[in-house]
């Protein structure tokens, strides 16, 4: 980056993003460095709007318990620290792994904590191999139940507030599905 600057070209870092706000804070910062503040503030408006109408559907209904499987080889999950949590708590779920220290995991951690849905965030050929091995474990709920999915990656881990809205959509149908 100093090679860059040296240059005389501006640089601009965002650090990772916590929850759905710090989103919005950043998109707005990136609007205005743009020259598109305007269109930034109506990009998060509806996005929110979304996000609110999303969570006032479920916020009654039952709350599943969710395991979000980021990485494989070693297992991989999210904590309270990342906006993914926003997504399983806005959906209208329980994060098995909101108190872990850290995202690693273990399949014996999963299977204690048996949670209702495991959602395999894309990981191309590994993420189907993970979904037939979580669907063997016929005591899991998630396995038994048919409850494994897998979504994109693009979607889940790289979100602009719609996308963020997008997934969440995804989510809530996923843990709240019409019978």
């Known amino acids: 980056m100093k090679k860059i600057r040296s240059l005389g070209i501006k640089v601009v870092t965002f650090p ?17 460095i743009t020259g598109r503040e305007e269109k930034a503030r109506e990009i998060i408006g509806e996005a929110k709007d979304r996000v609110d109408f999303i969570n006032k559907k479920v916020k009654d209904l039952s709350k599943p318990k969710v395991f979000v499987q980021v990485g494989a080889k070693p297992l991989y999950t999210v904590t309270k620290d990342s906006f993914i949590q926003d997504i399983i708590t806005l959906a209208g779920g329980i994060n098995i792994a909101y108190q872990a220290k850290t995202g690693l995991y273990s399949r014996e951690e999963v299977m204690r904590e048996n949670p209702d849905v495991i959602i395999i965030v894309t990981m191309g050929i590994v993420g189907e191999e993970e979904k037939k091995t979580w669907e063997k474990f016929k005591t899991l709920k998630a396995g038994k139940n048919k409850r494994v999915y897998i979504v994109d990656s693009y979607k889940m881990c790289s979100p602009t507030p719609l996308t963020f809205a997008e997934t969440l959509e995804e989510m809530a149908r996923l843990l709240h599905p019409i019978k």
Do not use: D, T
């Open 16 to 32: 990772s993003c916590r929850n759905f706000s710090e989103i919005c804070e950043q998109f707005l910062k990136l609007g205005k």
